[in-house]
């Protein structure tokens, strides 16, 4: 067919008629980038056709694109080197693309009839520059309104903003607002989680997408939760102990801490308050509040802690007790004792003697602090381990001091037999309390032994032994001297012997006169039975 006939085809389309055919394409839009080539395809293959007429319509104008017999194609000038044709199939291939060349494609297969169908190619300018901004350099919790905006180039973009890898919806506090090249996400009253981030936002159509670089805002907020560690300390701490306080707040950016004593300031700083730091002070040793403030100075909230009260009590060292140095001697000696301690904090002491506390009365007195106990007219019952104790409310010491109070010898007391056989061993035993131990003599009838010993021993006793012996203590401290006698008899041989007792002779008799009754009445019984013989 000559190519200058077809020129005349839209007239012979009138004569012919026009049958739509919705076969031909595939459903549309078809997308393209910028630069690109695309290839409008038909659904038909080998068509009988006497000519296809591809043409285009941007919504108020129609042109020619090309036409095509199985002879030849004509392109129009305006598709000169950018279109081609399949007469095979009836493709139509468009490229490298422009923006201009977005809108309808229709095409007409003539033949004995004509089929025709159309189809929107939407040429998309590709994504580019995904750039999030912020309303603000720096946002505080609860008080600032964010305002991030996400600006892109490209044709029909759609917009996603992601927490990471979680998406951002929106709600009550979030806002999403799209427009053609931009998305604006409103968070009212931010919180810290809020933009944990790195934020991203994501710009996209349908042949591509690109993600922004990553985005990142500073939320301050805080101090909140401002605690004290350890929350429960001790009433009493010793000022030697290893103690301190610590402050601890969630706080972004951290926060600053300042110390209290009874809501007075101190002269520390810093999230650790130490015991030399306390001790520096010179609060003395009654309890006081101590409490932390922690500062943030982005959100300029100042919040206090909750308080713990102590006192710093400074432990008592060591302790000495004095005593007399003198010698004491019971009846006439009194004695003075004194209990100091060396360092620290005394809040009560307490005086014990042999474990067992001493209480003011008598003989015993205490001075008004209790520092000193005297005892008047010592006795032997005041010898004894004394020990004074002092104790605060962080610890106690001890100190002893041993009395020795003389006294003696008590009245001499001599033990043993009175009465022993001759050759009999005798042992005779002196007694006599005393403080320092008396030193013991013996006399025999009124003459001295050489015997010095609490112990008199006879191995053997004779008949001279017998007589009066006489013990003699004497205390070398006191002066005091104690006597004692004792007789002793030796018998002869058997002379002590033991007859039967009381019991025994009672019982013997006893039993002899139960046989006698028993013997009398068999002779009664025996005579009853036996018949009296007549003398006749």
Not at 430 to 441: E, H, I, K, R
Request: net charge positive; proline share 5%.
């Amino acid at each position: 067919m000559d190519l200058f006939a077809l020129k005349t085809l839209p007239f012979l389309l009138s004569f012919i008629g026009v049958c739509g055919g919705q076969s031909i394409l595939p459903p549309g839009p078809i997308d393209a980038n910028v630069g690109r080539t695309v290839t409008l395809k038909t659904l038909v293959d080998k068509p009988d056709y006497i000519a296809i007429i591809w043409n285009y319509s941007n919504g108020k104008d129609t042109v020619n694109v090309v036409t095509g017999s199985k002879e030849a194609v004509t392109v129009a000038k305006a598709y000169e080197g950018r279109a081609t044709l399949n007469r095979t199939n009836g493709h139509l291939t468009l490229g490298p693309l422009t923006a201009a060349d977005s809108g309808d494609y229709s095409i007409s297969i003539v033949s004995t009839g004509t089929r025709t169908a159309e189809i929107k190619l939407r040429v998309l300018e590709p994504v580019s520059d995904v750039l999030i901004k912020s309303n603000l350099r720096e946002a505080i919790e609860h008080n600032s309104t964010v305002v991030l905006t996400c600006s892109a180039r490209g044709s029909a973009l759609d917009f996603s903003w992601s927490n990471g890898s979680a998406a951002i919806a929106a709600g009550k506090r979030i806002a999403v607002k799209d427009e053609a090249l931009s998305s604006t996400l409103t968070v009212t009253g931010v919180l810290r989680t809020d933009l944990v981030g790195p934020i991203f936002c994501t710009a996209a159509n349908k042949l591509q997408l690109e993600k922004s670089a990553p985005f990142s805002l500073a939320v301050y907020y805080g101090p909140d939760e401002v605690t004290l560690s350890p929350p429960n300390p001790p009433k009493f701490i010793s000022s030697k102990a290893n103690f301190s306080l610590s402050c601890s707040a969630r706080s972004s950016p951290p926060a600053k801490f300042t110390w209290y004593h009874d809501q007075q300031p101190m002269k520390a700083a810093g999230p650790i308050l130490t015991l030399e730091i306390i001790k520096s002070h010179t609060f003395g040793n009654t309890t006081g509040k101590y409490t932390c403030r922690a500062k943030n100075e982005k959100t300029a909230r100042n919040v206090p802690s909750a308080a713990v009260a102590f006192a710093v009590i400074e432990p008592i060292s060591s302790a000495v007790v004095s005593g007399p140095t003198a010698t004491l001697i019971a009846g006439n000696s009194t004695a003075s004792l004194s209990c100091q301690e060396a360092g620290g904090t005394v809040e009560t002491r307490t005086w014990m003697k042999d474990g067992k506390t001493l209480s003011a009365g008598g003989r015993q007195m205490f001075s008004a602090d209790k520092k000193s106990l005297m005892i008047k007219t010592l006795e032997k019952v005041d010898n004894g381990k004394y020990t004074c104790q002092l104790a605060n409310s962080v610890n106690s010491v001890k100190a002893s001091y041993t009395m020795v109070v003389n006294y003696g010898p008590d009245p001499a007391v001599v033990t043993g037999k009175k009465e022993v056989e001759v050759t009999e061993p005798v042992k005779l035993d002196c007694s006599a309390p005393s403080v320092p131990p008396a030193n013991f003599t013996w006399k025999f009838n009124g003459t001295l032994t050489n015997v010095k010993t609490a112990q008199y021993v006879i191995e053997k006793a004779l008949y001279k032994n017998t007589g009066t012996y006489m013990c003699e203590a004497h205390n070398t401290v006191t002066g005091k001297t104690t006597t004692s006698t004792h007789a002793l008899s030796v018998r002869e041989e058997g002379a002590l012997d033991e007859g039967l007792s009381d019991g025994a002779i009672a019982g013997i008799v006893i039993a002899v006169l139960v046989a006698l009754g028993a013997a009398i009445g068999l002779i009664v019984y025996c005579r009853q039975k036996v018949p009296v013989q007549s003398p006749y």
